[in-house]
């Protein structure tokens, strides 16, 4: 059964520094999101993607935040200069041919930032 | 601001009971509704979607959807210890879910 891969599953990097998640979508999937959970806290959604281009962002996606689909495999999340409280499970959703459509989750890439 | 509300648990039940899960959202235009379960540190699985008004049945999940009175609910008949998990009612946005805190789930054999 077709699955949303995403590496690496746990990233250790240091306040500052930049941070690159991937994610491997679903094949034939055409949208594309980011969420993330800080830990004991609800999942929030980031950004979605579509047609090369974000359809919506929150308000927690701001500059230090872009994404990227650099080829016709790969979706990645870049943090440019990370903050302690960007801590966080960040996990990648795809979905197939309309926004309503059920989105299916990738396991997640756990980030800590020390 | 959109809201989806859960009670977070943990909700107890004992094994072969029916454990029942309930959701509100703030959205009265909403038309798409899931339910997923989360297993500590790790992602959100799909349990079912639901986009009409009534109840919808798979294996021992039931979902039933209320749309007039904002209201998604999910039952588990036969609950097994491996049901025991955090259960997240997602509502669809406009291009992303909105998802409650979640219910922790109990089963105890």
């Known amino acids: 059964e077709p699955e949303v891969t995403q590496t690496p599953s746990h990233q250790v990097t240091q306040m500052g520094q930049e941070v690159i998640l991937r994610c491997v979508p679903i094949s034939n999937h055409l949208y594309f999101y980011w969420y993330r959970q800080i830990l004991g806290q609800k999942v929030e959604f980031l950004v979605s993607f579509y047609n090369n281009e974000i359809s919506e962002k929150s308000e927690i996606f701001d500059d230090q935040f872009s994404v990227e689909r650099p080829d016709g495999s790969n979706f990645t999340l870049k943090i440019r200069s990370t903050k302690l409280e960007d801590s966080a499970m960040y996990f990648c959703a795809s979905n197939g041919d309309t926004p309503g459509d059920t989105q299916y989750f990738g396991p997640g890439t756990r980030l800590t930032v020390l | 601001q959109k809201e989806v509300e859960q009670n977070s648990g943990p909700l107890s039940v004992p094994e072969g009971a029916i454990a029942s899960l309930n959701c509100t959202y703030s959205d009265r235009g909403s038309q798409s509704f899931f339910w997923y379960r989360q297993y500590s540190g790790k992602s959100p699985e799909l349990i079912m979607s639901i986009y009409s008004n009534g109840d919808k049945e798979d294996g021992r999940f039931t979902a039933q959807l209320n749309k007039a009175s904002q209201y998604v609910s999910l039952l588990i008949r036969d609950s097994q210890p491996s049901d025991s998990a955090t259960y997240l009612c997602?509502?669809?946005?406009?291009?992303?879910?909105?998802f409650g805190t979640g219910t922790r789930l109990q089963v105890f054999p």
């Open positions: 997602a509502v669809m946005g406009t291009d992303k879910l909105i």
